[in-house]
């Protein structure tokens, strides 16, 4: 391990290949997790209120359903994806986008976030200074990647994944790798209290609910990993990439009626570009202030 380690340092080439093909294996686990886990959550509730209220008679699907069992099928013919059918991008690319089996087309979502995965950690290993600090940035990417594409489809953000996130920013900055421990703290609480507010302020004056929960307890974990004084930024860049993103679909959509949109996705560019470009945003960001 210390000598792959040490190959790694002295060859950067070696290195950004490493951690680019690394990226898009996990992509390929990003779209179970991405797929299975509100699934997962939804048995999970049912068998909740099915022990809570056993005179509804609540049905409660008892087969095994995790991130390892059933195994990938074809959503068609139900033919179970062998090893060979099965490899990041290249089987995509093989089988032209379509099943084996019953040649059925397959999601090109699949190898494109596969592809973003491996982009985005590559982005991670060429602008942040090699060390260990790398492994916990690849995790925090790899989260917000799962993050993101939950919220979209789901307009749900698992605690499952933003809890530890949150923990993990905390526990990695006792050696101050992202931020000061203080900082951290006060970044987990001032975090969650800004959307908070927001929150039963817009509720308070509309009688709407205009975010999640969910948004609150990420913007917490951005906070964690960066500390408070990232915050504002973090905040400027999710609200700005939302209403650019926003106004291009309203723009493109057919129809022209407002949507509720997951606010997650945005959090998430904020955070990872904060990650990867802080100091740059921080620094131009500031200058424009000051002039």
Same mark, same amino acid.
């Given at each position: 391990?210390?000598?792959?380690?040490?190959?790694?340092?002295?060859?950067?080439?070696?290195?950004?290949?490493?951690?680019?093909?690394?990226?898009?294996?996990?992509?390929?686990?990003?779209?179970?997790?991405?797929?299975?886990?509100?699934?997962?959550?939804?048995?999970?509730?049912?068998?909740?209120?099915?022990?809570?209220?056993?005179?509804?008679?609540?049905?409660?699907?008892?087969?095994?359903?995790?991130?390892?069992?059933?195994?990938?099928?074809?959503?068609?013919?139900?033919?179970?994806?062998?090893?060979?059918?099965?490899?990041?991008?290249?089987?995509?690319?093989?089988?032209?986008?379509?099943?084996?089996?019953?040649?059925?087309?397959?999601?090109?979502?699949?190898?494109?976030?596969?592809?973003?995965? $491996?982009?985005?950690? #590559?982005?991670? @290993?060429?602008?942040?200074? =090699? %060390? /260990?600090?790398? +492994?916990?940035?690849? !995790?925090?990417?790899?989260?917000?990647?799962?993050?993101?594409?939950?919220?979209?489809?789901?307009?749900?953000?698992?605690?499952?994944?933003?809890?530890?996130?949150?923990?993990?920013?905390?526990?990695?900055?006792?050696?101050?790798?992202?931020?000061?421990?203080?900082?951290?703290?006060?970044?987990?609480?001032?975090?969650?209290?800004?959307?908070?507010?927001?929150?039963?302020?817009?509720?308070?004056?509309?009688?709407?609910?205009?975010?999640?929960? $969910?948004?609150?307890? #990420?913007?917490? @974990?951005?906070?964690?990993? =960066? %500390? /408070?004084?990232? +915050?504002?930024?973090? !905040?400027?860049?999710?609200?700005?990439?939302?209403?650019?993103?926003?106004?291009?679909?309203?723009?493109?959509?057919?129809?022209?009626?407002?949507?509720?949109?997951?606010?997650?996705?945005?959090?998430?560019?904020?955070?990872?570009?904060?990650?990867?470009?802080?100091?740059?945003?921080?620094?131009?960001?500031?200058?424009?202030?000051?002039?």
């Amino acid at each position: 391990m210390s000598d792959l380690v040490i190959l790694m340092e002295q060859v950067p080439s070696f290195y950004l290949g490493f951690v680019l093909i690394l990226g898009v294996l996990i992509g390929s686990f990003l779209n179970v997790v991405i797929y299975r886990l509100p699934i997962m959550m939804q048995r999970s509730w049912a068998a909740d209120c099915a022990d809570s209220f056993p005179d509804a008679n609540i049905e409660v699907n008892e087969e095994r359903f995790d991130l390892v069992l059933p195994r990938s099928r074809c959503p068609e013919c139900k033919h179970i994806i062998g090893s060979t059918e099965n490899i990041p991008l290249l089987s995509w690319l093989l089988q032209k986008g379509r099943c084996k089996h019953c040649g059925c087309k397959i999601s090109a979502r699949y190898p494109a976030i596969e592809l973003l995965t $491996g982009v985005m950690s #590559l982005g991670v @290993a060429y602008f942040l200074p =090699f %060390g /260990w600090p790398i +492994l916990f940035a690849l !995790i925090f990417t790899w989260a917000l990647i799962c993050l993101t594409f939950i919220d979209v489809d789901t307009m749900l953000l698992p605690d499952q994944i933003t809890l530890p996130l949150l923990w993990l920013g905390l526990l990695i900055n006792i050696s101050s790798s992202f931020s000061l421990l203080q900082d951290a703290i006060l970044g987990a609480v001032f975090g969650y209290l800004a959307l908070w507010s927001v929150y039963w302020l817009f509720k308070l004056v509309t009688g709407k609910e205009g975010m999640g929960y $969910g948004d609150f307890k #990420l913007l917490a @974990a951005l906070g964690a990993w =960066f %500390g /408070w004084q990232a +915050l504002p930024l973090i !905040i400027l860049l999710s609200s700005l990439s939302g209403a650019i993103i926003g106004i291009i679909t309203l723009l493109m959509s057919a129809d022209k009626k407002s949507r509720p949109l997951p606010f997650g996705p945005y959090l998430a560019i904020a955070g990872w570009s904060y990650l990867v470009f802080g100091t740059e945003i921080a620094t131009l960001y500031y200058s424009l202030i000051l002039n």
